[in-house]
């Protein structure tokens, strides 16, 4: 035990003194600070691996400063690239025009979305452009994107990219959007790209039997998953006309589909590295800029480069949907909750991306871990000319939870019941329906509830 | 003054797509030495899955987790996967992993059977042993059978597998269906002080109990679940997107979107309820997402237990806690008619 703390302090030691001498280079650990034995914790190495506090094997590189991120890797001859953004919610593009970029020196090629072959992708619905061609859905849409010998050359030859946009009407708030006569984003469908229901019982004759009636409007706000590593990716498209493409990327299996069918390539063709994640949380679920640097990298016949911006992850990734929830409850006196109707409206950006199974989840959680009899829920989900919303950790159940946990806690404080007692009394036991009237298995719902209450130390108070 | 409150966050949540397909396949390779390698075309996210799954085909071939790795995230090299996605890696890719590593397990036995002078179905595989069940002292190490099976009997012992959890289509009228295989419950329980003259929100501690059926490694489930609350502090309390009058985001930066740093993070109390799921590698489901499920609603909760103002738009922003503060002490001045 003794030695191993040696070891460790003299580590730590080490690193210090190395980045005093040259904070400009990355910490290099010295040959010396690794252990002459490789330490490896007990708990990976009992049999009987199942339920072991096991140590992850990145763990030792991640603490070192080690792990070579895709900002880490440099492919030989490698260009950096830059995408143009919008700035601008909805517009049609009357020309672009990138001949005063592709002058520049330094500048190896410039890329725009009529040159992508199929220039769609989406897990549902196959809505977004790569590059925005002829119309601008969002601000952060992109518009072109430029390949140069270094980052900073790339970053001006943007501000020599002249687009001339037609603006058109747009519409911002999902409520607004719903109306008849509201500026259709994808026209001439409907803004309300998709809707789910979920109906069990009768809510009207579940209302009628109830003691008393609660209501109450919950909404919440639009929120980036702020990975501390940023959308990034090397695309390097060989003389054997052969495709590979590092990526931050937590789906390689759908993004080589997704490149295949917007480069019109056969997937044995294309090569899908997925490097180690700086975080993911649903926003590195599908491709974003790949296509467009695997094109740069034909032109150029150089492995390209490209890194959002801290900005770009906001204005140009996916983000959490805002949610405007209803909730009407039918409760009896002793607090059994006998009905449940909800209207959820989904904020669903530019762009359907992950919103459809944003939809559904939200629609079949929202009425909460409890047994209720009559239950309606009608989701939508609509267009705005804003930031598309996609998957984010929790597929729209953290919205719906807030809502329907707030909601019941108005319930028990309208009826003056423990808040505890009430979720006890409602909450789903082995065997029971789903509002979906799928048979539940394994629940412990009510474990949990006195789990928690217990390690809190819960008085009741009513 | 600062006003104590408390809340509860109750929810659930499913593992897997919503009815849609989402295969996983996995590859085992027992090597010459009874140590093995696991190809899976999911990807680490940073959660630990893959010492996770390692854990899976350890646990399957009787060896330790040391003893597996894991090859990951290349389509050149790995099996489809639908990848980190849905909380479902541990489930799906965790089932194909079990089933590949059972079939690579069944060859072993093939091997090991005449070694032994028993039927493969009367052996186990257990503490880097293959040995007649209930008789451990007669036994082989795997490193022995594996080498035997590859280079003796020419047939070295690969699985490879796939699973799909199993789901019944929702009607279109009625949403009735089993979208999921199977769900995960969890209740947070959030004790705050809120400053009634400013309406600062500090959330002091969480007591946090989840279910993932078994857990492989309890560790990395403490670890998302103190994840999850992170994320949840941030929706309950700060982080908003802000749009102007043209539909452009007014803080696309860190400067000015707000989000949690460890000085804002609470005491966390971290129970894992025991669970078993029949469906499950060794009775295991998943844990990612939920884990920020249930934060903001336990928040929001207490901030109405320790002030009564019901905040019903996230965030509960300072500013928005005080304003709903004066509203109520301005509605009971007012005079009675």
């Given at each position: 035990m003794d030695d191993k703390t040696e070891v460790l302090e003299r580590e730590q030691l080490d690193i210090e003194i190395l980045r005093d001498v040259n904070l400009r280079l990355p910490a290099v650990v010295p040959r010396e600070a690794f252990p002459a034995v490789p330490l490896t914790v007990d708990a990976r190495l009992q049999t009987r691996a199942v339920g072991q506090r096991a140590t992850r094997p990145d763990c030792r590189m991640h603490g070192l400063g080690q792990t070579k991120y895709i900002d880490d890797i440099k492919l030989p001859g490698m260009l950096y690239a830059r995408i143009k953004r919008a700035g601008i919610s909805s517009a049609r593009i009357k020309c672009i025009d990138t001949s005063a970029a592709e002058a520049m020196p330094g500048v190896m090629a410039v890329v725009i979305g009529e040159e992508i072959p199929v220039n769609s992708f989406g897990p549902t619905f196959q809505d977004q452009p790569v590059l925005a061609a002829d119309r601008v859905f969002h601000a952060g849409d992109g518009v072109a994107a430029v390949a140069a010998v270094t980052e900073q050359i790339a970053n001006e030859a943007l501000e020599k990219i002249v687009v001339e946009y037609e603006p058109l009407p747009a519409v911002f708030d999902p409520i607004d959007a719903m109306r008849d006569d509201a500026p259709k984003v994808h026209a001439p469908n409907s803004n309300i790209y998709a809707t789910k229901v979920v109906r069990k019982g009768d809510v009207e004759k579940g209302f009628a039997e109830s003691d008393h009636i609660f209501e109450g409007r919950f909404s919440t706000q639009m929120i980036e998953h702020v990975s501390l590593e940023p959308h990034a990716a090397i695309a390097d498209w060989d003389a054997t006309g052969r495709l590979t493409i590092y990526a931050t990327i937590g789906r390689i299996t759908l993004a080589r589909a997704d490149m295949a069918r917007t480069l019109k390539l056969p997937m044995s063709r294309i090569r899908l590295i997925g490097t180690t994640v700086g975080g993911n949380f649903g926003g590195k679920n599908e491709i974003s800029q790949e296509p467009a640097l695997a094109l740069l990298s034909k032109k150029t016949g150089r492995p390209v480069k490209g890194v959002f911006t801290r900005s770009e992850e906001f204005t140009s990734s996916t983000t959490r949907h805002p949610i405007i929830m209803d909730y009407k409850s039918g409760v009896t006196k002793?607090?059994?909750?006998?009905a449940r109707q909800i209207r959820l409206v989904l904020d669903g950006g530019a762009y359907c991306s992950w919103s459809a199974t944003t939809l559904g989840k939200a629609c079949i959680l929202s009425p909460g871990p409890y047994k209720i009899d009559n239950v309606l829920t009608e989701a939508f989900v609509v267009y705005t000319n804003k930031t598309m919303t996609g998957a984010m950790r929790g597929f729209g159940a953290p919205q719906v939870c807030f809502a329907y946990e707030s909601h019941m806690d108005d319930i028990a404080k309208g009826l003056g019941k423990d808040q505890l007692e009430i979720r006890l009394l409602n909450a789903f036991d082995e065997g029971s329906s789903s509002p979906t009237g799928q048979v539940l298995h394994s629940v412990v719902v009510k474990e949990t509830l006195n789990k928690a209450a217990a390690r809190f130390g819960w008085e009741s108070q009513s | 003054m600062k006003r104590r409150g408390r809340g509860i966050g109750c929810m659930w949540y499913p593992i897997g797509f919503t009815v849609d397909a989402n295969p996983s396949a996995a590859t085992v390779k027992v090597n010459e030495d009874g140590t093995a390698t696991v190809l899976t075309g999911t990807v680490e996210t940073g959660q630990g899955a893959l010492t996770v799954l390692g854990q899976i085909a350890a646990e399957a071939l009787g060896i330790a987790t040391d003893d597996v790795h894991v090859v990951s995230g290349d389509t050149d090299v790995t099996p489809m996967d639908t990848g980190a996605i849905a909380s479902r890696t541990t489930y799906v890719t965790g089932n194909a992993i079990y089933l590949a590593a059972e079939a690579a397990k069944a060859i072993l036995f093939e091997a090991a059977a005449p070694m032994l002078g028993v039927k493969p179905s009367q052996l186990e595989a257990k503490d880097r042993m293959i040995q007649v069940k209930n008789f451990p002292q007669r036994a082989v190490t795997i490193g022995e059978v594996a080498f035997r099976s590859q280079v003796v009997l020419g047939q070295p012992a690969i699985g490879s597998a796939t699973w799909n959890p199993p789901t019944v289509a929702m009607d279109p009228e009625t949403g009735q269906g089993k979208p999921f295989a199977t769900y995960v419950y969890a209740t947070q329980i959030a004790e705050v002080d809120v400053d009634d003259e400013t309406g600062e929100v500090e959330v002091l501690r969480i007591c946090a109990a989840h279910d993932c059926g078994t857990a492989i490694n309890p560790m990395l489930v403490e670890g998302q679940v103190e994840g999850g609350i992170s994320m949840g502090v941030g929706m309950a309390l700060q982080e908003e997107m802000l749009f102007d009058a043209n539909g452009?985001?007014?803080?696309?930066?860190?400067t000015n979107y707000i989000m949690p740093t460890s000085l804002d993070m609470p005491e966390i109390h971290v129970d894992i309820v025991q669970g078993f799921d029949p469906t499950g590698p060794f009775g295991a489901k998943g844990v990612g997402e939920p884990t920020a499920v249930p934060t903001a609603a336990a928040i929001l909760n207490a901030i109405h237990d320790a002030v009564g103002v019901r905040i019903t738009a996230l965030p509960a922003t300072a500013e928005k806690v005080l304003a709903a503060i004066k509203a109520k002490k301005g509605a009971l001045k007012q005079i009675p008619r």
């Open positions: 002793e607090g059994r909750i006998v | 452009r985001i007014v803080n696309p930066s860190l």
